[in-house]
């Protein structure tokens, strides 16, 4: 297995903001758009050195949207900023229409998605994000896995042409990416390679599922670790090549098993030879308040829930 | 009949020709419109007059150096479609595949299909104004002088991003903006004043910030000097709402004074009996 260690931890939207901040000095058409959640989304940084090319929407998500796809229409590169909740179900048909449908260049950036939100409960617990965005033809759907990844695929969002949607959340976790990296949209990340299971995690969970392997590893288990930061367009060729070795899956997610990346893997291996699948995902379940720790465990999110459907998995291949 | 009039009448003929043709679309709300339309592409509006591919005017859709015009309403199509044409954006001949499988002039107006003069998708109300605001926005931000309308149905009012836009821009000095409301009062399933009541709908608009303006958007005289009036009021920090009426169903005697033709087709002896109060005039495509 090979070692990941981390000096510090870090929240994803922290590195979307210092994205942004690096977009404000070298790319001129982007633009920052919030609605009344400035300080979650870490913008200030790039609304102090470019106060002009910051709109405030105030808590008007569905204008925020529409005034985002105009923007496009004069070259601007807009970036839609609101929590995860906000930014896909409230405006579901607002990105349908004028973004999607529309083919406007307009990033949706949302930041709190998932259970780890925490304290503030279901209500903005976004679970079913992922699926709403994968069902619209041509967005692209992004879910990074820690501060620099995060940080490295809002650069390159910005030079990406097309609608996006990039999901990142509110807990500080492990920055165990490479700070330089290079963010390749629809390109899997080889975490670890290995023989016995496919670990296809991403967002919050690709830590878990580090652990998870180092877990497995000590009982013997020797497990391929993928980080799926694109949800869409998926790395079919990555997914298809890794199972094919591995023989068996387990897809790992912050969100609803409905939809999300665990479907998509599904839908694509089972056109083809299907192998034996578990899902860590949410079982068909709103969320709840608690530490983002305490949920995690009690909606089965964890390295110990990977480590447990990894062995079913196996134990399936007979 | 003035030059606008006489296209006006034509895009009328249009209108219904289309409609009948694919037994299907919105002619009630689309005939109201037909002089506000006419009235901006023919005369109003900065638009790149340059000449492309086949003859037809050469669109961008970044919309650089002209004015904008964004249809909030999207299901009054055939009179967007029918102007467009006729100012020479495309063949009027295509017009003869509106609503018919693989056409470029979908039931509702979109990008998609990369028809000329068309820059969003509109037809889900109340999404028009918000992308009207950002268009201006960016002229702003470009330092372009040019001037975002839009147009919007009276009962897409009910639509609540109508008000986050309406909130939002003249907090912002959107000054590059005008917006028309078709003040007709008839919605699919009623009047408006039964459906869900706008009240007042020009003192909402003040009362938010617009500096607000009436207009007969039936009479081309009326319109045309509104107008005129209009490139003086831009720019001015706020921006400006035309609380346009108009009657559903304009230059058809039976179409008018019902919410009945707003999404039906006339047959054939309909068809005929409309056009007869409409002149050819441009030739019909």
Redesign the interface.
Known sequence: MKKYTFTEKKDTRSGFGAGMQVLGQTNPNV?AMCADLVGSLKLDAFIKENP??F?Q??I?E???????????????I?FATTFANFGSGRVY??I???VA????NVKIAVSHAGLTLGEDGATHQILEDLAMMRALPGMTVINPCDYNQTKAATIAVAEYEGPVYLRFGRPVIPVFTDADQKFEIGKAWMVNEGTDVSIFATGHLVWEAIQAGEMLEAEGINAEIINIHTIKPLDEKAILKSVKKTGCLVSAEEHQVAGGLGSAIAELLIQGTPYPQEFIAVKDSFGESGTPAQLMEKYGLTANDIVAAAKRAIARKK | MTELQSIASQVRRDILRMVHGCQSGHPGGSLGCTDLLVALYFQQMKINNRKGKGGYLSFNLDGKGEDLFFLSNGHISPVFYSVLARRGYFDVKELATFRKINTRLQGHPTTHEGLPGIRIASGSLGQGLSVAIGAALAKKLNGEKNIVYCLMGDGEQQEGQVWEAVQFAPNNNVDNLVAFVDVNGQQIDGSTNKVNNNRDLGAKYKAFGWRVVTVDGNNMDELTTLLRKIKRLVGKGQPIAVMMKTEMGQGVDFMMHSHKWHGVAPNDAQLEQALAQLPETLGDY
């Open positions: 633009v002009e090319r709109i929407c105030g008007s569905a204008n925020m949207i529409g005034m985002a796809a105009g923007l496009t229409i004069g070259g601007k807009p048909d607002q349908r229409q004028s449908y529309s083919d406007k």
